[in-house]
């Protein structure tokens, strides 16, 4: 178990607050976070980076809820940003404009005028096209824009091909042999000014290797650019550090960045602000979902066991095969554990939270679902007309809700009903 889950007399506790009582006070589906859990997340990162100039951005696609952005900002985060909908949450939660950097393939006008316009720190260009656009946007709007251009260092990030984005066929980043020309159109651009060179190759990496591959490939780039004439003040690595979901072994962002960084003083650019984009290795293993057994289902091939909460919930397993970790708040000594496919209420196959679990468990029992606090509640839907599940952080003894379940209501608040 990570470490801010306990047993405690047989029963699972998110730091000192048991689970089974907050399922009971605020119902389920139920997403809880451990405070602890992500600032400790987050202090590897900011052990392996002390002493250097660097900024963390964490990545809030992956959990952009206010209260866990507000965390993470008051413990020194910037924010890495894909739409104008999160530099919004971005700048309700307190963030300094100038700590926000925007990444994304298909930012719009609309957004880089309001991005402009609060002063955002960086634009992570992905395109040429995309950077005659912010050019014109930014002289129209009488500002400067600061860039860095995302380049794909061609490196196989070894993950899920949905979540591997270093490749040459990827949509991302601009390719190898075209980023000197495009400095060169970035340089010439007038509201522009460039400032660092970023990449990203994957998420849920669980090796040393694929990084220290993209930062050599990385460091040839920014020599060749630095020979016309630009220099880079930042380099960004993006994010992708992996967790551990079932025995997964990553490297610790500290030793990595111990790694790295020798890397990079060796080639010459150890005075270079660093910046990276870290979002599930901060808040993935910080969270849990509870959902309640609601039926048991035998069958003679398999034995389905029907929980509250589903695919709209918890869409990693139907999107990507991903497995999480799925214990009983309490354990039973009264039930023999059987062979169970942990499956939703959503009226789909690919409606499943786990397959082939073995789980002593009874109607009305809750369950945890592990690794829930990265990319589950921010990929969540509506489905079903289903509401999203309410959130709890913890500290301490403390559980404060940090989002209500969403009810039918508020579902229905935008819509025009027809006369
Ligand atoms: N920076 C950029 C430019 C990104 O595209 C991403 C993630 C990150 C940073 C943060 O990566 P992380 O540290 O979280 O690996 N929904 C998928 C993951 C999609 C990741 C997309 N980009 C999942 O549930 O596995």
Same mark, same amino acid.
């Given at each position: 178990?990570?470490? =801010?889950?306990? &047993?405690?007399?047989?029963?699972?506790? +998110?730091?000192?607050?048991?689970?089974?009582?907050?399922?009971?006070?605020?119902?389920?589906?139920?997403?809880?976070?451990?405070?602890?859990?992500?600032?400790?997340?987050? $202090?590897?990162?900011?052990?392996?980076?002390?002493?250097?100039?660097?900024?963390?951005?964490?990545?809030?696609?992956?959990?952009?809820?206010?209260?866990?952005? &507000?965390?993470?900002?008051?413990?020194?985060?910037?924010?890495?940003?894909?739409?104008?909908?999160?530099? *919004?949450?971005?700048?309700?939660?307190?963030?300094?404009?100038?700590?926000?950097? =925007?990444? $994304?393939?298909?930012?719009?006008?609309?957004?880089?005028?309001?991005?402009?316009?609060?002063?955002?720190? #960086? =634009?992570?260009?992905?395109?040429?096209?995309?950077?005659?656009?912010?050019? *014109?946007?930014?002289?129209?709007?009488?500002?400067?824009?600061?860039?860095?251009? @995302?380049?794909?260092?061609?490196?196989?990030?070894?993950?899920?091909?949905?979540?591997?984005?270093?490749?040459?066929?990827?949509? =991302?980043?601009?390719?190898?042999?075209?980023?000197?020309?495009?400095?060169? &159109?970035?340089?010439?651009?007038?509201?522009?000014?460039?400032? $660092?060179?970023?990449?990203?190759?994957?998420?849920?990496?669980?090796?040393?290797?694929?990084?220290?591959?993209?930062?050599?490939?990385?460091? !040839?780039?920014?020599?060749?650019?630095?020979? %016309?004439?630009?220099?880079?003040?930042?380099?960004?690595?993006?994010?992708?550090?992996?967790?551990?979901?079932?025995?997964?072994?990553?490297?610790?962002?500290?030793?990595?960045?111990?790694?790295?960084?020798?890397?990079?003083?060796?080639?010459?650019?150890?005075?270079?602000?660093?910046?990276?984009?870290?979002?599930?290795?901060?808040?993935?293993?910080? $969270?849990? #979902?509870? %959902?309640?057994?609601?039926?048991?289902?035998?069958?003679?091939?398999?034995?389905?066991?029907? +929980? !509250?909460?589903?695919?709209?919930?918890?869409?990693?397993?139907?999107?990507?095969?991903?497995?999480?970790?799925?214990?009983?708040?309490?354990?039973?000594?009264?039930?023999?554990?059987?062979?169970?496919?942990?499956?939703?209420?959503?009226?789909?196959?690919?409606?499943?939270?786990?397959?082939? @679990?073995?789980?002593?468990?009874?109607?009305?029992?809750?369950?945890? +679902?592990?690794?829930?606090?990265?990319? #589950?509640?921010?990929?969540?839907?509506?489905?079903? %007309?289903?509401?999203?599940?309410?959130?709890?952080?913890?500290?301490?003894?403390?559980?404060?809700?940090?989002?209500?379940? *969403?009810?039918?209501?508020?579902?229905?608040?935008?819509?025009?009903?027809?006369?």
């Amino acid at each position: 178990l990570p470490a =801010f889950l306990t &047993q405690r007399h047989g029963e699972l506790h +998110v730091e000192d607050v048991s689970l089974d009582a907050l399922a009971r006070a605020h119902g389920t589906p139920l997403f809880v976070y451990s405070k602890a859990a992500m600032l400790q997340a987050l $202090g590897a990162y900011q052990r392996g980076l002390a002493g250097r100039a660097h900024l963390i951005c964490y990545a809030m696609k992956a959990n952009s809820s206010l209260a866990i952005l &507000q965390t993470l900002v008051r413990a020194g985060c910037g924010l890495d940003i894909v739409s104008g909908g999160e530099l *919004e949450r971005a700048l309700a939660a307190g963030c300094a404009p100038e700590r926000i950097i =925007f990444s $994304g393939v298909g930012k719009t006008r609309a957004e880089m005028r309001r991005a402009l316009a609060v002063g955002i720190g #960086c =634009f992570n260009v992905e395109s040429r096209a995309e950077l005659a656009v912010l050019d *014109e946007v930014a002289r129209a709007a009488g500002r400067r824009a600061r860039v860095s251009i @995302r380049v794909n260092p061609d490196v196989d990030a070894r993950t899920h091909p949905y979540i591997s984005t270093g490749l040459k066929d990827n949509k =991302f980043g601009i390719a190898h042999d075209e980023v000197i020309d495009t400095y060169r &159109q970035a340089a010439a651009c007038e509201s522009l000014d460039v400032v $660092g060179i970023d990449c990203h190759i994957g998420s849920q990496i669980t090796q040393a290797g694929p990084y220290l591959d993209a930062l050599e490939r990385v460091l !040839d780039l920014v020599e060749a650019i630095e020979l %016309t004439g630009t220099r880079l003040h930042h380099i960004d690595f993006g994010g992708g550090l992996g967790i551990d979901y079932h025995g997964d072994t990553p490297p610790a962002a500290d030793e990595l960045w111990a790694k790295l960084l020798q890397r990079l003083d060796v080639r010459g650019f150890g005075d270079r602000q660093i910046m990276i984009e870290p979002g599930r290795s901060i808040v993935g293993n910080a $969270g849990v #979902c509870l %959902t309640e057994v609601l039926y048991q289902k035998p069958g003679e091939h398999k034995n389905f066991l029907i +929980v !509250d909460a589903a695919m709209n919930d918890l869409p990693r397993p139907a999107m990507y095969q991903a497995y999480h970790r799925i214990e009983p708040v309490r354990s039973r000594t009264d039930t023999t554990a059987l062979t169970w496919d942990v499956v939703g209420p959503v009226c789909e196959s690919g409606d499943w939270l786990g397959r082939d @679990r073995e789980l002593a468990v009874q109607p009305g029992d809750v369950l945890a +679902v592990l690794s829930a606090g990265a990319y #589950c509640m921010s990929m969540a839907s509506n489905y079903n %007309t289903r509401g999203r599940a309410a959130e709890v952080l913890v500290d301490g003894a403390q559980a404060t809700v940090i989002r209500q379940r *969403e009810t039918a209501a508020d579902q229905m608040r935008l819509e025009t009903p027809l006369p």
